[in-house]
């Protein structure tokens, strides 16, 4: 099975800056990766798919890129609906897997 | 609209069994694969199973943990998707998401989620 890592397991920003969440996999997964953000007590909105294409309606702030085993989840200029939880997920092969989140927090 | 609502939740004992709706609107049901993920109270995501659209065979795949327990299966005249769990566990409480997928070369990514519906399985 592909293990999924990321780093930090929380970070605390101010609104206006730039974060950046890294996702790692255990193995090559070419660009079957995928991010969600997630506030709490809602359901995950997926934000980000073959690692750097947005979904529809996300906002151009956040990006995604990389290749093979890391990749990398970028938002800028934070604002306070940002704060929330980022996972990122393979779709490589099955059994899919989650990387553990990332906690995006008001410094 | 795209839309996955879940229903079917509850408070069941261990050993017992429960299935779950996910009925869906917005557009053509047949057409998409469709997911399950669980999320365990305070814990991350957790991908449950995953069922292909009937024009690409239909056929299901499963997590680990809930391989012989869980059956996922879709109504397409109804444009609904089930998840029968049976033989539950304590650590099947969860709340349980229904989610789209779309087909690129082979390859599925999520995009439209439901709200969830929790499960709790409690003597």
């Known amino acids: 099975d592909i293990q999924m890592t990321q780093s930090p397991s929380s970070l605390s920003a101010s609104v206006g800056d730039t974060v950046i969440i890294t996702c790692r996999a255990s193995q090559g997964i070419s660009n079957y990766l995928a991010w969600f953000q997630q506030k709490p007590g809602k359901a995950p909105k997926s934000l980000i798919y073959a690692a750097s294409s947005l979904q529809s309606g996300v906002p151009s702030k956040f990006s995604g890129s990389g290749s093979g085993t890391e990749f990398t989840l970028t938002i800028t200029n934070l604002q306070p609906e940002d704060f929330a939880t980022y996972y990122c997920?393979?779709?490589?092969?099955?059994?899919?897997?989650f990387g553990p989140g990332t906690i995006v927090d008001f410094k | 609209d795209v839309q996955l609502v879940e229903s079917g939740g509850g408070l069941v004992q261990p050993g017992r069994s429960l299935r779950l709706s996910c009925t869906t609107s917005?557009?053509?049901?047949?057409?998409?694969?469709v997911s399950w993920v669980r999320q365990a109270p305070g814990k991350g995501l957790e991908w449950v199973s995953f069922i292909r659209s009937k024009g690409y065979s239909g056929t299901a795949e499963y997590a680990a943990s809930v391989k012989g327990r869980f059956t996922i299966s879709r109504d397409d005249s109804k444009s609904i998707a089930y998840l029968q769990m049976d033989s539950l566990k304590t650590e099947d409480t969860a709340m349980y998401y229904c989610i789209r997928n779309i087909r690129v070369h082979g390859y599925y990514y999520k995009d439209v989620w439901g709200k969830g519906t929790a499960v709790t399985v409690s003597s």
């Open positions: 917005g557009f053509t049901f047949g057409d998409y694969a």
């Open positions: 997920q393979h779709y490589n092969s099955f059994p899919l897997t």
